[in-house]
């Protein structure tokens, strides 16, 4: 089975002719297809919480465009609604919680290990996907990592610096480092959940891991990361795990070795030389075009998906953005980048 899955092939360390693909948020608005199944069900939520449709969603962009990768659809903070907190989306600004400052709010949360019943359609959809997906395509599974979950649930919303959650952590660090905590060991669950029913690679998604500074970063960002991976490999040793702190710089050089992940997902902040000299030597590496090419399209995501497949060539790369695709991306230009890669076109 490993054999005709080129991305597990590159996540065991292999560099291949052609980079296998996938791409953050591949099932999301920019496709007419999910729109129209999305209506159907109503909102984002009982999207994710509806097992077919899910799983149907996650299919669309695999028929559409053949990815290597399926990732479940799904999101990072039906973790924080597991474990007690409430949640909506506004449409047009995004996610709205109860928000998590106080001993007394942090202690009416459930334990981490309440809370599958919440999450049960989850696993529900992860395992329909395990059946219907074809036999070359891997499905990921994937959580937020705890700091990114713990600044939602802290400020009860997105936070252009995640001032809400900087100021928790350094004015009541009992009550942070128990949020933490609980977090990670929901994460954990989790994932573990999602790799009984069927995931094949998780990933982490630290998306505001850049806004932690010197030794916080350690400490919140690669440190739970490295919890949570050890706990997975003690559990599951042979499922591949990718970590995507977001904005680590410089960082990303050590973090296969600090974190223990098999592939670091890189965004749009360094270049691709920099991380076939610094990143690439520690294992597989995966991300960094410019989402903002989907977009655009023409000559320049031509030239720039080109150099960093060439940049990438010699060790083991999956082909992916730096961040999620957005909504007001071309479905065309999505195609222009795979043929590229693939080396169908031009
Ligand atoms: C921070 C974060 C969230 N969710 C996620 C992150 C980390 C990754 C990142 O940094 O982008 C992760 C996520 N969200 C979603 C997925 C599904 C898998 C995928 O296709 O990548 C994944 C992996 C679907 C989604 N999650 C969301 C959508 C759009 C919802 C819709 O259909 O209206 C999708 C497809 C909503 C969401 N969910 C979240 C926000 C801030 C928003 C609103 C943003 C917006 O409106 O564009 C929280």
Same mark, same amino acid.
């Given at each position: 089975?490993?054999?005709?899955? $080129? ?41 994710? #919480? ?6 149907? &969603? ?20 039906? =973790?924080?609604?597991? *474990?007690?907190?409430?949640? /909506?989306?506004?449409? %047009? ?31 529900? $959809? =992860?395992?329909?996907?395990? +059946?219907? *997906? ?16 713990? $600044? #939602? ?12 959650? @900087? ?7 009992? =009550? ?31 998306? /505001? ?12 960002? $690669? ?11 003690? +559990? @599951? ?77 010699? %060790? ?5 953005? %730096?961040? %999620? ?8 230009? &999505? ?12």
């Amino acid at each position: 089975m490993t054999k005709n899955k $080129t991305i597990l092939r590159a996540l065991a360390g292999e560099t291949l002719p052609t980079p296998p693909i996938w791409m953050m948020r591949q099932a999301g608005r920019y496709l007419p297809e999910y729109r129209a199944t999305r209506a159907k069900a109503g909102d984002f939520l009982s999207l994710c #919480y509806n097992p077919e449709l899910a799983a149907e &969603v996650t299919l669309q962009p695999i028929r559409r465009y053949g990815f290597d990768g399926s990732i479940l659809f799904a999101d990072i903070l039906l =973790v924080p609604q597991a *474990l007690g907190a409430d949640l /909506w989306f506004v449409t %047009g600004e995004g996610p709205r919680l109860s928000t998590i400052t106080t001993k007394a709010e942090m202690e009416a949360l459930k334990p981490a290990d309440a809370i599958h019943d919440h999450l049960a359609p989850i696993y529900e $959809t =992860v395992r329909i996907l395990s +059946r219907e *997906l074809p036999e070359e395509t891997t499905l990921i599974g994937f959580a937020g990592a705890p700091w990114t979950v713990a $600044t #939602y649930m802290i400020a009860g919303k997105g936070t252009p610096d995640q001032g809400p959650a @900087h100021a928790l952590k350094d004015e009541n660090p009992e =009550v942070f480092d128990a949020l933490m905590e609980r977090i990670t060991l929901a994460t954990i669950e989790y994932l573990d959940m999602q790799i009984q029913a069927g995931a094949e690679v998780v990933k982490l998604f630290d998306s /505001w891991a850049g806004s932690l500074q010197g030794t916080d970063f350690d400490r919140y960002s $690669t440190e739970p990361l490295r919890q949570i991976i050890s706990a997975l490999k003690a +559990r @599951h040793p042979h499922v591949p795990i990718i970590a995507f702190p977001r904005g680590a710089g410089a960082r990303f050089a050590n973090l296969h070795a600090a974190t223990g992940a098999d592939c670091i997902a890189i965004d749009d902040g360094v270049s691709a030389e920099w991380v076939a000299e610094h990143v690439q030597p520690n294992g597989c590496v995966q991300g960094n075009l410019k989402s903002s090419h989907m977009v655009t399209g023409g000559d320049a995501l031509v030239q720039e998906t080109r150099a960093i497949v060439d940049a990438l060539s010699k %060790g083991p790369h999956i082909f992916n953005l %730096g961040h %999620g695709i957005t909504p007001d991306a071309d479905p065309e230009n &999505v195609q222009l980048m795979i043929d590229t890669v693939r080396g169908t076109r031009g």
